[in-house]
Nanobody, 124 residues
Framework: QVQLVESGGGLVQAGGSLRLSCATS????????MGWFRQAPGKEREFVCA????????NTADSVKGRFTISRDNAKNTVYLQMNNLKPEDTAIYYC?????????????????WGQGTQVTVSS
């Protein structure tokens, strides 16, 4: 069982930045596809970005491309989501997820392990 713990959410003004962290004790984190999803009130959970095995490739939703960056620190067993130029529409609960299969998936059902989520609120 892979346990994921997100942190780093908070309240920020539009145009600001936040860095979310997803920590795990899983020693083979490099052999998981790691993803970030978000869910705003009344909306479905949506894909934000993902990082392939060993961090070689990324897949990013068009809505955040050029503003959000996913990265991994294998030594710390931690995945990050750097969010720049935040907009009010980025307000949501952000979830970290892990996928054992080495292929892309942008649907929540493709990920077996989830964190508890961290709230990000962007004020205008």
């Amino acid at each position: 069982q892979v346990q994921l713990v997100e942190s780093g959410g908070g309240l920020v003004q539009a145009g600001g930045s936040l860095r979310l962290s997803c920590a795990t004790s899983e020693p083979t984190l490099s052999r998981y596809v790691m993803g970030w999803f978000r869910q705003a009130p009344g909306k479905e959970r949506e894909f934000v970005c993902a990082l392939s095995w060993f961090g070689r490739n990324t897949n990013t939703a068009d809505s955040v491309k050029g503003r959000f960056t996913i990265s991994r620190d294998n030594a710390k067993n931690t995945v990050y989501l750097q969010m720049n130029n935040l907009k009010p529409e980025d307000t949501a609960i952000y979830y970290c997820a892990a996928r054992r299969v080495n292929s892309w998936s942008s649907h929540p059902s493709g990920y077996a392990y989830w964190g508890q989520g961290t709230q990000v609120t962007v004020s205008s």
